[in-house]
């Protein structure tokens, strides 16, 4: 099976190129094995002892006011996604089969990158004191590496809204076009259209594709044959995320992207560059709050 083939050859990377000391050696035979159990080890601990005070202090960061934002994105979300999934359904033709399957998958993959991007940015970069963007959008990326099952606890709102939020900021300007050049934009952008309501629900479902990937129980059977088919990221794929010191397999939404940019070492030349020139070093404030 493609998945479990991509688990074995990136096994076999990792543990050709970790340090012993850090990483217990994976060979490609035990894997999905080794994966299963540092779940079982590590996550289905609610709160590791040493970083419960870590974590917290990142939970009572999640403020009222951050909660009303959320709600307020949600609702601007389900408007702005029935108007373009209802423009794309209205206008559709046969010949446009070709470019709206392509519009789609390019749409997934750029959804795709894009939380790989994101996620590995506020990961590596930043700290939770930065004004604004601190406390609301890196903190709980720190929670998260802290205490990988607290998101599971999240409801719907404390879930979705950050990325309904990112999918809005794309849609809104799509559909304003709509709306100013009318009826023949349309019809000479639907491959555009197609591809906007593909890349934003899967920025909305992000984070709840990333929560489906860390729990234990209660997953719908609908979800699991997803993740099965690997329309959505399954569950030991993310794992490996999870293998300190968190460094590869950002990806998150179907996490189809990870493999050929941990092969091509997409975010690790980023790093270099980044740190070359600004002298930070990559993930200092994630491991000052994993060390609690
Ligand atoms: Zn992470
Ligand atoms: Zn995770």
Redesign the pocket.
């Known amino acids: 099976m493609e998945t479990s083939k991509v688990l074995k050859d990136m096994a076999s990377e990792l543990s050709k190129s970790m340090k012993p000391e850090s990483l217990p050696l994976i060979t490609a035979e035990t894997s999905s094995e080794y994966v299963h159990k540092r779940v079982s080890k590590e996550q289905e601990k609610p709160v590791l002892k040493k970083n419960s005070k870590s974590a917290a202090i990142l939970k009572a960061g999640y403020t009222k006011e951050k909660r009303m934002f959320e709600i307020s994105m949600m609702a601007l979300f389900v408007v702005l996604q029935i108007t373009i999934v209802s423009l794309v359904t209205y206008h559709f033709k046969k010949e446009y089969l070709g470019a709206f399957l392509m519009s789609l998958v390019f749409g997934a993959l750029l959804a795709d990158f894009m939380s790989g991007l994101v996620h590995w940015a506020a990961d590596t970069w930043g700290t939770v004191d930065i004004p604004v963007i601190g406390q609301a959008f890196i903190r709980p990326f720190r929670e998260?590496?802290v205490d990988?099952v607290a998101?599971t606890k999240h409801d719907i709102v404390e879930t979705n809204g950050d990325n309904c939020m990112l999918a809005n900021l794309f849609l809104a300007p799509l559909l304003t076009c709509c709306y100013v050049y009318g009826e023949g934009w349309m019809l000479d952008n639907f491959s555009l259209l197609v591809f906007g309501a593909t890349f934003a629900i899967y920025v909305c479902l992000t984070n709840q594709i990333?929560k489906w990937?860390?729990m234990i129980g209660g997953v719908p059977k609908w979800v699991k044959m997803l993740q099965n088919a690997h329309i959505i990221m399954p569950r030991p794929h993310?794992?490996i995320?999870?293998i300190s010191p968190h460094e590869t397999y950002f990806c998150?939404t179907g996490g189809w992207l990870n493999y050929p940019l941990e092969k091509i070492q997409f975010f690790q030349t980023l790093e270099y560059v980044i740190e070359a020139i600004t002298g930070h070093k990559p993930r200092a404030d994630d491991q000052k709050w994993l060390k609690g």
């Open positions: 998260h590496h990988p998101m990333h990937s860390h993310h794992h995320h999870h998150i």
